[in-house]
Nanobody
Framework: QVQLVESGGGLVQPGGSLRLSCAASGSIFSISAMGWYRQAPGKQREWVAF???????NYANSVKGRFTISRDNAKSTVYLQMNSLKPEDTAVYYC????????WGQGTQVTVSS
């Protein structure tokens, strides 16, 4: 079973930026489409961004133009660059395989507040 470890979250002011990382164990990472997801307090987990094994990407409308997903297969790591952050981006962020998820990691907290 693949283990996922997210990092890079924190407290940032509106308009600021953060870069999240997700390190995955196992060689299956390189052939897996990956996604970033988030869960705000009192809400269901929602999909944020997608990257295929060949680095094609797609984004939820709420983050399109502000967030960029990327991957480094040599490091088994997927990234989420978040710019122009808004208070409504506050959530715990998770990565996982897109479609059929592995076990979820602990996530990383992102708080956007002045």
């Amino acid at each position: 079973q693949v283990q996922l470890v997210e990092s890079g979250g924190g407290l940032v002011q509106p308009g600021g930026s953060l870069r999240l990382s997700c390190a995955a164990s196992g060689s299956i990472f390189s052939i897996s489409a990956m996604g970033w997801y988030r869960q705000a307090p009192g809400k269901q987990r929602e999909w944020v961004a997608f990257i295929s094994s060949s680095s094609m990407t797609n984004y939820a409308n709420s983050v399109k133009g502000r967030f960029t997903i990327s991957r480094d297969n040599a490091k088994s790591t997927v990234y989420l660059q978040m710019n122009s952050l808004k208070p409504e981006d506050t959530a715990v962020y998770y990565c996982n395989r897109y479609g059929v998820p592995w076990n979820w990691g602990q996530g990383t907290q992102v708080t956007v507040s002045s």
